[in-house]
């Protein structure tokens, strides 16, 4: 059974530096066809696809955010990080985490999500 | 703005089927077979409906199907019932580089 959980702060001050925790079960980063991704969901709006990172840790941004993002993952651990850097109030989202197959690129299992708020 | 086009909203009366459309184009929906729909109702997940654009998951009723046509994909889903009432996402496979790219979602009410 494969489950997933989002962890990391509820509340960020703008032009912090926001990291959230991935922690799965039920599957191996390290296996071939592998990844796992971050999407993030702001209040009232649309799913917004921002990083993956995949068994062999070839790793994929969206254009519009890359150079605010990194993703990491630390197989022992079964965790994947996502860094955020200058957090703005337009950031406020729930993020979520989820397990995709690269072999048809969809994302079949996701956790529960976690709000964080961007306020000073 | 989202990458790919759906209608805001869609509505339908129990027992009655309603499309929703996700256009996109030859870089994205059109360009490959990796459409899929997701499910969202309020607080909760999204929940895969439907991947490769036609297959649905183990435990998706059967009223629920996707199509596809050029650079735009569709969700059909028949036989309305009360608990479909939720927010649905397409999304597809954009390349290597942008590998995911998603809808701006289509709230469907059950009349």
């Known amino acids: 059974q494969i489950t997933l959980k989002e962890s990391g702060p509820t509340l960020v001050k703008p032009t912090q530096t926001l990291t959230l925790t991935c922690t799965f079960s039920g599957f191996s980063l390290s296996t071939s066809g592998v990844a796992v991704g971050w999407i993030r969901q702001p209040p009232g709006k649309a799913l917004e696809w921002l990083a993956l990172i995949y068994w062999d840790d070839d790793k994929r941004y969206s254009p519009s955010l890359q150079t605010r993002l990194t993703i990491t993952k630390d197989t022992s651990k079964n965790q994947v990080v996502l860094t955020m850097t200058n957090m703005d109030p337009m950031d406020t989202a729930t993020y979520y985490c989820?397990?995709?197959?690269?072999?048809?690129?969809?994302?079949?299992?996701w956790g529960q999500g976690t709000l964080v708020t961007v306020s000073s | 703005q989202s990458a790919l086009t759906q209608p805001p909203s869609a509505s339908g009366s129990p027992g009655q089927s309603v499309t929703i459309s996700c256009t996109g184009t030859?870089?994205?929906?059109?360009?490959?077979?990796?459409v899929s729909w997701y499910q969202q109702h309020p607080g909760k997940a999204p929940k895969l409906m439907i991947y490769e654009v036609t297959k649905r998951p183990s435990g998706v009723p059967d009223r629920f199907s996707g199509s596809k046509s050029g650079n735009t994909a569709s969700l059909t889903v028949s036989g309305l019932q009360a608990e479909d009432e939720a927010d649905y996402y397409c999304?597809?496979?954009?390349?290597?580089?942008?590998?995911?790219?998603f809808g701006g979602g289509t709230k469907l009410t059950v009349l």
């Open positions: 989820a397990h995709r197959l690269v072999i048809s690129d969809y994302f079949d299992y």
């Open positions: 030859s870089s994205d929906v059109g360009g490959y077979n990796y």
């Open positions: 999304s597809s496979y954009a390349g290597s580089n942008n590998p995911v790219v």
